[in-house]
């Protein structure tokens, strides 16, 4: 038995094979690192104790007192479940999928946690059930070496959700995103263990169950041949109700799998048209309460609370205001945009993030733009102008130029203090968004960068970024208490600027560090909370095969640092065993990692002036890490360390070193992800909600001190 990963792996290792064994070739498949033998007993071992106990205690706690759900069926449950299954598939437009994925970028929740939110409000309205219940899987591979395991990774996780109180659907997104993120930190404890919890042995956690599939569905190509797949109904049905979603060519398609024995297909199929049509309904009015809603109970549509409201689908024109080019720059820009984001039409007034933007698409359409009228725009103008009428406004006026700035307004609204973070080297301030908006709403976020002008990046000192970093920042808040942090090498610059902050005078509430790795002094001791063993040495092509595996799951600007510092690494190596013979092959290999790098730019899309931009300024930051020398710093450090890199052992003790400089104190938390992924979904939803239980626990204790000062 093996998962829906280990489809990918399967038929990827086919198609290699095939095209080695036909042409009469050995096999070109690496061995593996790890089998997955080594992987359960790794597991065995670290779900013992007090790891074991602590996510136990988790889901003790979160499912007390819970009932299961109780679906209306047409037939009353059987003696002995058969787990006989149907399954009928269906498909939702384009334009909905759209409005739903801006809907979740508003809201600031994943496309996950939207989709969930939708179907257990339809299951309420079915069932009238204020504490529900709905399961839902994970990947379960944290670690990098398991990426290319064929085996059962998957956990389910069970996800609680309090309906009561007639919330409308925006408080239901946020109740059960916050949900969402504390199961997913829980993960790991297999759901059968979670079911024999005293207080859950009569309750079954298998009623309802869902699924959004975010990874891309294997293919096998084989020269020669032509290969398709072909759905199969196994007729099984393990949960008596499963939604399963994925997007495909913009649409989100799917079916519902459920038990012959508790439902007619008639039932099934008008549920599917109740879901589609509250979707359409919860994507125009989010303000609506579960009380205005209809009730699905006998299977027909109720009276609702506003006869005014109509359940019938809607046009693309009643969902989005559509506003086509009006002059020739308009139409233009408008051609760009659709070209970059892949939608059609694209109207002159739709926002860029709310289209499914970000900061590498971002990139390549000030590319384009630079390209076409020679204007070097700073990537950030999208927060100022993020429609294609906005930015068409701004290139007209005569002169401007983009005043650039190394503060950008990622979030500025808020009543909460500001949050300031670095971004990570090559990286823009546009990288940030997806964790500001998980933040929150009342969250105030800006980001800091460094300028990427001209075909040479600026001399970089990393004492001289961070005074330049706090003038920034003083524009927006004079005075401490600050909230700082930063990502890769942007959480040095982020430890800089507390130094020299604390060094002023002022007051330094939070400094934060994602995943920023501590090197050159003394490691901390201090025992791993994830016992994993050490890998033993890896044979040259399996590391091969994980490097590969690795750049893959990177972002853009890290694929680059990584090919930059494993070629040099490898080319120092060589050159220290063969110093004569190879003096030229290391001329020769030092102008490729300039190649190499710029060629991962343009094979993203970038125009080549931004390429060796951001070539250059990676160059110049690297240099700069090498030449800083850290000093004890008097306050406390938060570092947030990504398990799913490398070798957890390995990466945890690099990211505790910083206890080592950290005069107040050390604070360790473990996300999913690894260095490039920790800042997208679904792994974002996780370290948002611990960077918000961090800046709230700062914020109490400034407070505090606040007060104690005052009663003197």
Not at 20 to 38: N, R, T, V
Not at 58 to 80: C, F, K, M, R
Not at 91 to 110: A, D, I, N
Not at 554 to 571: C, D, M, N, P, R
Request: proline content about 7%; aromatic content about 10%; some cysteine.
């Amino acid at each position: 038995m093996f998962d829906g990963w280990s489809d990918r792996v399967f038929l990827r290792e086919v198609g290699v094979l095939y095209d080695a064994f036909s042409q009469g070739k050995p096999s070109p498949l690496s061995e593996l690192p790890i089998q997955y033998a080594d992987y359960a007993q790794t597991q065995r071992q670290w779900l013992q104790g007090e790891v074991f106990s602590s996510q136990l205690d988790y889901w003790q706690n979160h499912l007390s007192g819970i009932s299961a759900l109780e679906l209306p069926t047409d037939y009353p449950p059987p003696p002995v479940p058969s787990y006989q299954g149907a399954y009928q598939p269906f498909e939702l437009s384009q334009s909905l999928t759209q409005t739903l994925k801006k809907l979740s970028y508003q809201e600031g929740v994943s496309l996950f946690v939207t989709l969930l939110t939708a179907f257990k409000t339809l299951l309420y309205l079915y069932t009238e059930q204020e504490d529900m219940i709905v399961c839902s899987p994970v990947v379960g591979r944290h670690p990098v070496e398991s990426k290319g395991l064929i085996g059962y990774f998957n956990n389910i996780v069970a996800l609680r959700t309090d309906l009561s109180g007639n919330p409308s659907f925006r408080e239901l997104l946020h109740q059960i995103s916050h949900v969402s993120s504390q199961a997913f930190a829980h993960q790991d404890i297999p759901l059968q263990k979670v079911a024999e919890l005293p207080n859950l042995v009569h309750t079954p956690l298998t009623r309802g169950m869902f699924i959004l599939q975010n990874t891309p569905n294997p293919s096998l190509a084989l020269d020669g041949l032509t290969v398709n797949s072909l759905y199969v109904d196994r007729e099984i049905a393990n949960f008596d109700l499963s939604l399963s979603l994925q997007e495909k060519l913009g649409k989100l398609t799917g079916g519902w799998q459920y038990k012959t024995d508790l439902f007619k297909a008639t039932s099934i199929t008008q549920m599917l048209a109740h879901f589609q049509t509250l979707l359409e309904r919860l994507v125009i009015n989010p303000e609506l309460c579960l009380e205005d809603l209809p009730r699905f109970a006998d299977g027909k549509l109720r009276q609702l609370s506003d006869p005014n409201q109509s359940a019938a689908p809607l046009t693309r024109q009643q969902q989005k205001t559509y506003i086509a080019p009006r002059d020739k720059l308009e139409h233009q820009l408008t051609q760009i945009w659709e070209k970059v984001l892949g939608i059609q039409p694209i109207g002159v007034r739709d926002n860029f993030f709310e289209l499914g933007g970000h900061s590498l698409l971002a990139v390549q359409l000030f590319g384009q733009i630079e390209k076409k009228w020679n204007r070097n725009l700073p990537v950030a103008t999208l927060f100022q102008a993020p429609t294609v009428e906005q930015l068409a406004n701004l290139l007209r006026q005569s002169g401007w130029s983009a005043p650039w700035s190394s503060l950008v307004a990622v979030q500025p609204e808020g009543s909460k203090p500001p949050f300031f973070c670095v971004a990570a080297a090559g990286c823009t301030a546009l990288g940030l968004t997806t964790l500001a908006r998980c933040l929150g709403a009342d969250q105030p976020f800006y980001g800091l960068e460094e300028k990427m002008d001209g075909k040479q990046a600026p001399k970089l000192r990393i004492e001289d970024l961070a005074t330049h970093y706090i003038e920034e920042i003083c524009t927006v808040q004079p005075d401490g208490p600050y909230f700082l942090g930063g990502h890769s090498f942007g959480g040095i610059v982020a430890f800089e600027i507390a130094q020299q902050l604390q060094a002023q005078g002022k007051t330094v509430a939070l400094l934060a560090l994602f995943d920023t790795a501590y090197n050159g002094l003394p490691i901390n001791s201090s025992p791993s909370p994830l016992p994993l063993p050490v890998p033993s040495p890896v044979p040259f092509r399996s590391r091969v095969s994980i490097h590969l595996e690795q750049i893959l799951q990177l972002g853009f600007s890290e694929k680059i640092t990584y090919i930059h510092a494993h070629v040099k690494e490898q080319l120092g190596w060589k050159v220290r065993k063969h110093q004569k013979k190879l003096t030229k092959f290391r001329s020769q290999i030092e102008k490729n990692v300039q190649k190499i790098a710029c060629n991962f730019y343009l094979g993203i899309g970038q125009e080549l002036p931004y390429a060796l931009r951001g070539f250059h300024l990676l160059e110049e930051k690297t240099k700069a890490r090498k030449a800083y020398r850290l000093q004890i710093y008097p306050g406390q450090v938060t570092v947030f360390w990504a398990m799913g890199d490398g070798h957890p052992l390995k990466t945890y003790h690099n990211r505790s070193g910083w206890g080592t400089v950290a005069g107040g104190g050390l604070k360790l938390h473990g996300v999913p992800g690894n260095h490039g992924s920790l800042k997208s979904e679904p792994n974002v939803q996780v370290l948002a909600e611990k960077l918000r239980v961090c800046l709230d626990e700062a914020q109490a204790e400034v407070e505090r001190m606040v007060g104690q000062t005052d009663s003197r």
